[in-house]
């Protein structure tokens, strides 16, 4: 089942910061978070995996709460750069049956403005 | 380091057509491989992922199939193309149980 993203757009003014949610109705193994730009293809940014600790980098990290099956992607100090469509990606599991596949939110797209 | 190439980069097939899309990985073995397809606006849909040469599940029932023929290569075909077709292809790897990475895709466009 998909997972649900919110908000489905975000605008800012550069500076600004935001929050992306990633909900799952099911128990999750790890979420990942991937940004794309426009007519490319998406980028990795980083992966959160049960029972692990949240990530984080520069001034993009992430939280992983195992009890309401959510992730939060928190954008901090916004950069023209992170302008973009963010998507969760949810696995159930690392392999067995479903081979560490993901499905993917509808993507949030972020806007950010000089 | 890991490198993933897809092509062609556009194709503009007229319907009805066959299809042939290449995805090759370099720079590490035995990878999972995935093939996505992306509609204009949407998110990613999940079409076929492989374990393994000549091991590949199918996630949505369509006119499209997936082969594995060595271990780093992977390619989506269609015998007749449709409309509903088109799309932005994107093909991913990984480790088991670790992030994927995407290559640059192909933009199919079905006349």
């Known amino acids: 089942q998909q997972p649900v993203q919110s908000p489905q757009a975000v605008i800012l003014r550069e500076g600004e910061d935001a929050v992306i949610n990633c909900s799952s109705s099911?128990?999750?193994?790890?979420v990942h978070w991937y940004r794309q730009k426009h007519g490319e293809a998406p980028v990795f940014l980083m992966i959160l995996l049960k029972g692990g600790e949240q990530k984080g980098h520069e001034k993009i990290s992430a939280s992983f709460n195992e009890k309401k099956q959510q992730s939060s992607l928190y954008l901090t100090a916004s950069q023209l750069s992170y302008s973009g469509t963010y998507f969760c990606g949810t696995a159930l599991n690392a392999g067995g049956t479903s081979y560490g596949k993901l499905t993917f939110g509808q993507g949030t797209i972020l806007t950010v403005h000089p | 380091s890991q490198t993933i190439h897809q092509w062609p980069a556009t194709l503009v097939q007229p319907v009805g057509s066959p299809l042939s899309l290449e995805c090759t990985v370099e720079g590490t073995s035995n990878p999972n491989l995935y093939w996505y397809r992306q509609a204009a606006g949407r998110g990613l849909q999940l079409l076929f992922y492989?374990?393994?040469?000549?091991?590949i599940s199918s996630e949505v029932p369509q006119n499209l199939s997936a082969s594995r023929p060595q271990d780093r290569q992977f390619i989506l075909s269609s015998k007749k193309l449709l409309l509903s077709d088109s799309g932005f292809y994107l093909c991913?790897?990984?480790?088991?149980?670790?992030?994927?990475?995407f290559g640059p895709g192909t933009r199919l466009t079905v006349t």
């Open positions: 492989s374990i393994g040469i000549d091991q």
């Open positions: 991913a790897w990984s480790q088991v149980g670790y992030e994927q990475y």
């Open positions: 099911k128990a999750l193994y790890s």
